[in-house]
Nanobody, 114 residues
């Protein structure tokens, strides 16, 4: 599975960004897709996941601000990020769990200026 992430950039605190992750396989065949992030000097952490059945899961730090969704026609998973904070600054990675194997896309940088 190849994953192409896009949508990162520089935004002011309180602003919004939408990340996209397009998969090389049909989304319905993928167990779960998620977004993770890694800030400088920190470990990679879960941001949000969405299952093939549409069940979502969020890190406490982003609940109420971020929304993960999927478009099975476009084979794309989105991460809508609102009310961004400086602590959301990180490289964001998309991940797919397919046939018991974890696949990673390239990261996309999100920088939130205060």
């Amino acid at each position: 599975v190849q994953l192409q992430a896009s949508g990162g950039g520089l935004v002011q605190a309180g602003g919004s960004l939408r990340l996209s992750c397009t998969a090389s396989r049909r989304l319905f065949s993928i167990n779960a897709v998620g977004w993770y992030r890694q800030a400088p000097g920190k470990q990679r952490e879960l941001v949000a996941t969405i299952s093939s059945g549409g069940r979502t899961n969020y890190a406490d730090s982003v609940k109420g601000r971020f929304t993960i969704s999927r478009d099975n026609v476009k084979n794309t998973v989105y991460l809508q990020m609102n009310s961004l904070k400086s602590e959301d600054t990180a490289v964001y990675y998309c991940n797919a769990d397919y046939m018991g194997v974890s696949y990673w896309g390239q990261g996309t940088q999100v920088t939130v200026s205060s």
